[in-house]
């Protein structure tokens, strides 16, 4: 395809990206856990869930493209069940959330990194698994790839672009959550954590129960 082929969706293109951004940017659930996890296990679990949440867009994009999304939305009861179940992990995090405790840190620290000061441990693939079953469960994401694809793209736009964009929204929903881990897991903001992170990590709790609460409510 050649480049004068493609200036007629460069508008759609945009359109697609301006939505994007004001919705990644928009406080909620994939928001929530990735700051979960840079208060209770640094940068890098936060930055592997960031990934995760990013990966999940492929699948909002591929039951899209594939028009499963539009089940999805002709039938109430599928997205309610799809809601519920998003709900009852949200919850399941939340309830974890709110158990946190002060945090026991080693008397000699002074010549430790401010990474390895938290005696809170995870792996990446289960924070990659957190991010991505966020998303991928987070009922907001599908309504926004739901209007996206019906609404901002037209029927007429080549699989080939379709593609393109789903690739670039994932990228940069990524991009996005791990450049937010970076500065959440800053020296001075993760020393502040460090010291107080079990109570931030309650706040989280409450406020992803009070996300699951209004996604129940909705549905």
Same mark, same amino acid.
């Given at each position: *395809?050649? %480049?004068?082929?493609?200036?007629?969706? $460069? *508008? &759609? %293109?945009?359109?697609? @990206?301006t939505?994007?951004?004001?919705?990644?940017?928009?406080?909620?659930? #994939? %928001?929530?856990?990735?700051?979960?996890?840079?208060?209770?296990?640094?940068?890098? @679990? /936060?930055?592997?869930?960031?990934?995760?949440?990013?990966?999940?867009?492929?699948?909002?994009v591929?039951?899209?493209?594939?028009?499963?999304?539009?089940?999805?939305?002709?039938?109430? $009861?599928?997205?309610?069940?799809?809601?519920?179940?998003? /709900?009852?992990?949200?919850?399941?995090?939340? $309830?974890?959330?709110?158990?946190?405790?002060?945090?026991?840190?080693? *008397? #000699?620290?002074?010549? *430790?990194?401010? &990474? =390895?000061?938290?005696?809170?441990?995870?792996?990446?693939?289960?924070s990659?698994?957190?991010?991505?079953?966020?998303?991928?469960?987070?009922p907001? /994401?599908?309504?926004?790839?739901?209007?996206?694809?019906?609404?901002?793209v037209?029927?007429?736009?080549?699989?080939?672009?379709?593609?393109?964009?789903?690739?670039?929204? @994932?990228?940069?929903?990524?991009? $996005?959550?791990?450049?937010?881990? !970076?500065?959440?897991s800053?020296?001075?903001? +993760? =020393?502040? !954590?460090?010291?107080?992170?079990?109570?931030? #990590? +309650?706040?989280?709790?409450?406020?992803?129960?009070?996300?699951?609460?209004?996604?129940?409510?909705?549905?």
């Open positions: *395809m050649e %480049f004068s082929q493609l200036t007629p969706y $460069w *508008m &759609e %293109f945009a359109a697609i @990206a939505l994007h951004f004001f919705a990644v940017a928009s406080p909620g659930p #994939d %928001f929530a856990v990735v700051l979960k996890q840079s208060i209770t296990y640094g940068r890098r @679990a /936060a930055i592997y869930t960031s990934i995760g949440v990013g990966t999940a867009i492929f699948l909002h591929t039951y899209s493209l594939l028009g499963i999304g539009l089940l999805i939305k002709t039938t109430p $009861w599928l997205f309610q069940v799809f809601a519920y179940a998003a /709900a009852a992990y949200l919850v399941y995090l939340g $309830w974890g959330a709110l158990r946190s405790q002060p945090m026991q840190l080693p *008397m #000699d620290n002074s010549n *430790m990194p401010q &990474e =390895e000061l938290s005696l809170n441990h995870i792996s990446g693939r289960k990659f698994f957190i991010g991505f079953v966020t998303n991928g469960l987070n907001k /994401a599908t309504l926004f790839f739901l209007t996206v694809f019906a609404v901002a037209s029927p007429q736009t080549p699989m080939l672009i379709k593609s393109f964009y789903g690739i670039y929204l @994932a990228v940069a929903t990524g991009i $996005w959550f791990v450049f937010l881990s !970076l500065i959440l800053g020296s001075k903001i +993760r =020393e502040v !954590l460090t010291h107080n992170g079990y109570i931030f #990590d +309650r706040i989280m709790g409450v406020i992803l129960i009070v996300l699951a609460i209004n996604l129940v409510w909705s549905a």
